[in-house]
């Protein structure tokens, strides 16, 4: 196992967002007298635990992980911190030293362990109001008069395929720093809304006319096909129209331009109203951009899996300033960056994390690119 892998086995473990097979892998590695040194310097150094460790029994180890893992099957989607003393403690009681309370029964918060602020996912109705989304629940969705138009299932709401002929009734999701969630629409469309999304969408389309939302933040797009009815993204900088196609849609209010990107099928993008000259079409694997302040939208040719695979979990930066990156971090992780250094921000990195715990991000930067900073709670301070 190379010191980079191990290090990030290690991160992922202490700081409870390591799978049950890379629990495996860890265990496995630290067979090793001198990894097992290895790990005690690393978890002092870099999680400020005095250490004491007596004897490494692996096998132990594995039982009393994969006992506690098999008990709560969703104990990696849980909030972080609710059970990183328990997960800490077997790791006490199988390695025989470590120890995480001095002088009292309250645990000591590690500085290099941040702790995410935890904002709810809103949905508000027509009317107004506005209901929290817990993402455990299995439910019916209603509308005012108590008639079922569709079901929550966890992660997702899912409304009934249905076209109106009457008023259209519109709902606006609201999606906090931190997470992303998913809505099928009642044409079938479905949308993937990433951390700091909004939103607005009917309940039903109209029977006669074409489907329309609005979106402030960034939502993947599969939308389902109907000549009759073409679907159109109304952002602020720019529109899209579709017939059935995948695409992204990257929108949030702080960036500089509105990108969309074509995974499948047609789209054409306008600014204002729609005429037959201010249209732009884009092919699969084209980029279009609206800058802000200007009349003109731009197309390019990229690879779609940089701007999508946010949909799977991963992050990718492709020639990003380093204020890009950290402006992505704090919607992925629901943290603060402060950068002092000013210089840092304009520099360009190139790096892909895969479902990665914000303190192996950091870590990155800081091996890779000597980047210090020092973290409090959901704070982090680049020096």
Do not use: C
Not at 24 to 42: A, G, M, V
Not at 248 to 267: F, H, P, Q, R
Request: no cysteine; net charge neutral.
């Amino acid at each position: 196992m190379t010191v980079k892998k191990s290090e990030r086995l290690m991160v992922k473990f202490i700081t409870n967002q390591a799978s049950q097979d890379e629990i495996e892998q860890l265990t496995e590695w630290l067979k090793d007298e001198e990894n097992q040194i290895e790990f005690r310097e690393f978890v002092k150094t870099n999680y400020a635990i005095d250490t004491a460790m007596n004897t490494f029994d692996s096998a132990e180890i594995r039982r009393q992980l994969s006992e506690r893992i098999q008990k709560e099957n969703n104990v990696f989607y849980k909030r972080r911190f609710s059970s990183y003393y328990k997960y800490a403690a077997i790791l006490v009681v199988a390695l025989g030293g470590f120890y995480f309370y001095k002088n009292s029964n309250i645990p000591k918060e590690k500085q290099n362990v941040v702790i995410p602020r935890q904002d709810e996912i809103v949905l508000q109705l027509d009317n107004n109001s506005e209901e929290e989304i817990d993402t455990a629940d299995t439910r019916n969705l209603t509308d005012k008069n108590g008639n079922i138009i569709g079901r929550q299932e966890k992660n997702r709401l899912l409304y009934n395929k249905a076209y109106t002929e009457g008023k259209l009734v519109y709902n606006t999701i609201k999606i906090p720093y931190g997470k992303k969630f998913e809505i099928q629409l009642s044409d079938g469309t479905l949308v993937h809304l990433n951390a700091g999304t909004q939103l607005t969408y009917p309940i039903q389309f109209l029977k006669s006319e074409g489907r329309k939302v609005n979106l402030t933040g960034e939502a993947y797009f599969e939308v389902a096909k109907d000549k009759a009815h073409p679907f159109t993204v109304n952002t602020h900088e720019v529109s899209v129209e579709v017939l059935g196609t995948r695409f992204n849609a990257d929108a949030y209010m702080d960036n500089t331009s509105t990108d969309i990107v074509l995974v499948e099928g047609k789209v054409s993008l306008y600014k204002g109203q729609k005429t037959n000259e201010n249209q732009v079409y884009l092919k699969p694997g084209f980029k279009g951009s609206s800058i802000k302040g200007k009349s003109v939208i731009t197309t390019e040719e990229v690879n779609p899996d940089y701007y999508t695979d946010w949909v799977k979990g991963s992050l990718v930066f492709k020639n990003a300033s380093f204020a890009d990156i950290i402006k992505k971090l704090e919607r992925r992780y629901n943290v603060t960056f402060i950068n002092r250094n000013k210089m840092l921000g304009k520099e360009i990195f190139n790096a892909r994390f895969d479902n990665e715990p914000i303190e192996v991000v950091l870590k990155y930067f800081s091996d890779s690119y000597a980047i210090d900073y020092n973290i409090d709670r959901d704070k982090i301070t680049i020096k």
